[in-house]
């Protein structure tokens, strides 16, 4: 941030891999966990791997037991009856006739509306590549991470599709607090705009922005009109809903555009492109002039020993010194040790067995040992922790940390009777953050600029803004 005019216009997160859980045969669909509670969001409650793998018991056990009987429907229809869990009944088919198919594909494969395979020659015929792309660290100064070629790519070829989500622009603005309270009323002064703009395509003139999802398309960088050699197009994709583009811009077409995704853009070619080569595109005159104007009006930070959490998250294995040990030794004022922590149920402690004495008047409660529920490491449960003691057992360091609530969902927060004091965490449950508004992307003068479409792109029916 003190030498380097482009800190804060590019995200610090990275290299977040996928791995699979299973062998995943050719020409099946890749599923990832959205968590618990997305779905639910949308459609009420919804089953999850555990309620599913108690529903794959419950098949499995009727089969075996009643597979030989002529009343098997009336038989499954009172054993479904009588499971409690909403979320397990959900998982569980309603003909008895589906049992063996859900018995052999597993009950959450057989809730899927369709297969989730298709033919290699499908694929063949309708896919496009995926892997021509690798991300590495970028030539172009200031650029951080680029997108590099796997293969030698033939001029005129797709280098990648990229669907796009459409974001309404005034949705980036961001706004200084007056207050804590989360009210429409309490915006202060402009702040300028989210990240979250430098990786998304739009016009000056139009109000609505689209960022592309596809593997390592985001880490395309600007090449200038001399050192492009890849163009953006309107995919002809059969996914595609190219209509849209012909419709003007009111709030009928704003409300479907916003509210689904159907537009595809295919990075393209322009000249060979060698193996290892940077693939590079135009951003546009807009986005070149926006970003000269701030390499001359930029002005060194100051640092302040500010260092980002991710140089200290590289060790997994590193000591996270306790709130004494930082007494002497701190952090950088930018970071804060934070915990992933799911807290048992109101009704349950950390063994999974009821309190008895918790409504016991007086009664003080003992501190919580940390948990490893499936979901604990979602985002959600991340929460800034003041790291206690540590101690040395069986060869590993487990922690004791007091849980704050600081920047975590209403839904998450422990209350006042709650026992904030976690034991026998382990270190791959603790990492550094930033302290809110701390890390670069929060500079006051960090370059903010949409990608620019080509002109003959865009439809004129879309410039809607001034």
Sequence with gaps: RNIDPGAGAMTEYYNYAYTANDDIPAGMEIFVDYGIHYFEHYFGPTPSKTQYDIADTIVR???????????????WDVTKESVDDIRVKMALPDNVAELPQALRDGTAMHMLPTSPYRSLKELEEYGQCMDNLEA?????????RGAFATRSLKKGSVIAPAPLLPIDYELLRMFKLKSSEGSENNRGAEQGWQLLLNYCFGHPKSSILFFPYSTVVNFINHGGEKKYNAKVRWSKSLSTKLEWLDEPLGSDTIAKILNATGLVLDIVATRDIMLGEEVLIDYGRSWEDAWNQHL??????TTD????????NEDKSSVVR?????????????????????PPSNDEDDDGKEDDDKNIPGKKKSPKKWNKPRYTFENEYLRPCVILSRQRRNGYDLYSAYMMNDNVAVSHMLNEEEQKIVTHIPRYAIIFTEKPYKSNQ????????????????WPSNWMDME
């Design 305 to 312: 020993g500010f260092q980002t959490a991710l140089s200290f």
């Design 61 to 75: 056990s009727f089969v075996e037991k009643f597979s030989d009987n002529d009343d098997q429907q009336l038989r």
């Design 296 to 301: 001359q009006q930029w002005e060194p930070e």
């Design 442 to 457: 929060h500079l006051k003068k960090t370059f903010r600029k949409e990608m620019g479409f080509p002109d003959d792109m």
């Design 322 to 342: 306790t709130f004494i040990e930082q007494g002497e030794n701190p952090y950088p004022k930018s970071i804060e040790t934070s915990c992933f922590y799911a």
């Design 136 to 144: 590495g660290q970028s030539t172009i100064p200031q650029a951080g």
